[in-house]
């Protein structure tokens, strides 16, 4: 008989995204990572570097009880440390093969009470591993956790990390402490927060044109001179580039929902919270990202430093009540029939040093100068204006997804973000 072990708020948080998801998007909580391998590695090397990271954390050896859609269970993590790793010959003249096994991958879902959550295939020339591609869910680990594992696999191939340890804290030690006498003192402060914030919710929607009904579109703005005007601003402000960012795009979603009129002087953004605000659950593999509604002002003659300071502000308060079960938090919101927020926000912050946490998510060669693209959306599950922002190589990269809005709509908020940037990055 397995043990009932609740779901970690983090964890619920991502059951409760994808649990209503008809089979044919079953594959969209998946997302994928290639990790270019050091000369010389040997695949017998990589075989040995999975297994060590499948005995150190819980979380890679997790499967699920979710018989019961309203009483989801984490199991116990097996105690076989199993790391299954197909093989397939790299094709060294095609520089997208890797990427296009990283999507042949996660477009297969998991079947969460069977499987552990996540896959991997080695891409060989010879006998030589020339690249791993790794798939998980996302209830097995967030941005931040990928990005753990990809430092750790280094690690481990360069001989640095010892073949045997003692097993890393796991979800279930996460749910212990968030259930228990203190943690759900934390939840109760949680919802009071929420409760405040849901009255002083402003009711300001994104249009709905009838012809962009059911649409679901995605672009990114890649800026290197946005990055730089951005930490102009930032300096200014005495904040992080993030809250310049989040200002900015605020600024331009408000300008969105004026639609000619005036436009709403504050607004409430879903942020993400990563949770990982103190050191027993920085290095946690498993994930914790939750989405944490902030109201922001926004009154019409504030410049973007001073928009940025009020971002700083309303993250913090929104960060410090990350943590939440987000059932309660429905239920609260039914009751006090309070509006969705307007739009979310995601400013992508990995271990110092990483790479992009996403295959396919990094600065292209020579993409220094501002670019929109437009892309095929892999998910939409989440907010119907979401903007995840990140600093990589000295780029800015704003990927906005959407539902129900329309292309011209969402060039022109893009576009609209960048000119405010430089505009006043330059006179800052």
Same mark, same amino acid.
């Given at each position: 008989m397995f043990q009932a072990i609740p779901l970690s708020l983090g964890q619920l948080s991502v059951w409760q995204d994808i649990r209503d998801l008809p089979p044919a998007r079953r594959h969209e909580p998946n997302n994928a990572a290639v990790w270019t391998l050091p000369p010389g590695t040997g695949v017998h090397q990589v075989r040995g570097a999975l297994g060590t990271l499948a005995r150190r954390h819980p979380s890679l050896r997790t499967r699920y009880d979710l018989t019961d859609p309203d009483a989801p269970r984490q199991l116990p993590a097996d105690e076989a440390a199993t790391a299954v790793l197909d093989q397939a010959e790299a094709d060294p003249g095609d520089p997208g093969h890797a990427d296009a096994v990283a999507a042949e991958l996660a477009a297969h879902p998991f079947d969460l009470g069977a499987e552990h959550g996540w896959r991997a295939r080695l891409l060989t020339h010879g006998d030589t591993a020339r690249a791993l591609v790794f798939v998980k869910h996302h209830i097995v680990a967030d941005a931040w956790a990928q990005e753990l594992l990809r430092v750790q696999l280094s690690q481990a191939l360069a001989g640095a990390a010892p073949t045997a340890e003692a097993p890393a804290p796991g979800p279930a030690d996460l749910a212990a402490e968030q259930f228990s006498e203190a943690g759900l003192g934390r939840q109760a402060a949680a919802l009071r927060h929420w409760e405040r914030l849901h009255t002083d919710t402003p009711r300001t929607a994104l249009p709905h044109r009838p012809a962009d009904r059911g649409t679901a579109l995605q672009a990114t703005l890649r800026s290197a001179p946005a990055l730089a *005007?951005?930490?102009?601003?930032?300096?200014?402000?005495?904040?992080?580039?993030?809250? +310049?960012? =989040?200002?900015?795009?605020? #600024?331009?979603? *408000?300008?969105?929902c004026a639609d000619g009129r005036a436009e709403p002087e504050a607004l409430t +953004?879903? =942020?993400?919270?990563?949770? #990982?605000?103190?050191?027993?659950?920085?290095?946690?593999?498993?994930?914790?990202?939750?989405?944490?509604?902030?109201l922001l002002p926004l009154p019409p003659a504030t410049n973007l430093v001073g928009l940025?300071?009020?971002a700083h502000w309303s993250s913090l308060t929104a960060f410090r009540h990350g943590m939440h079960d987000v059932t309660a938090v429905a239920r609260l919101r039914d009751r006090a029939a309070a509006p969705e927020p307007t739009c979310a926000y995601n400013f992508v912050a990995l271990?110092?040093?990483?790479?992009?946490?996403?295959?396919?998510?990094?600065?292209?060669p020579g993409g220094q100068s501002p670019a929109l693209r437009w892309e095929t959306p892999f998910t939409t599950i989440g907010p119907r204006c979401y903007a995840r922002a990140d600093d990589i190589d000295g780029v800015l990269s704003v990927r906005l997804t959407v539902r129900d809005l329309g292309r011209d709509q969402v060039a022109a908020l893009l576009w609209d973000?960048?000119?405010?940037?430089?505009?006043?990055?330059?006179t800052a």
């Open positions: *005007a951005a930490r102009v601003l930032a300096d200014r402000a005495g904040v992080s580039v993030a809250c +310049v960012v =989040l200002a900015a795009y605020a #600024r331009s979603v *408000a300008r969105l +953004v879903q =942020l993400m919270s990563a949770n #990982r605000f103190t050191p027993r659950w920085k290095g946690l593999v498993t994930s914790m990202n939750q989405w944490a509604p902030a940025a300071r009020a271990p110092e040093g990483a790479a992009a946490a996403d295959a396919g998510t990094g600065p292209e973000l960048h000119a405010r940037l430089l505009t006043e990055g330059k």
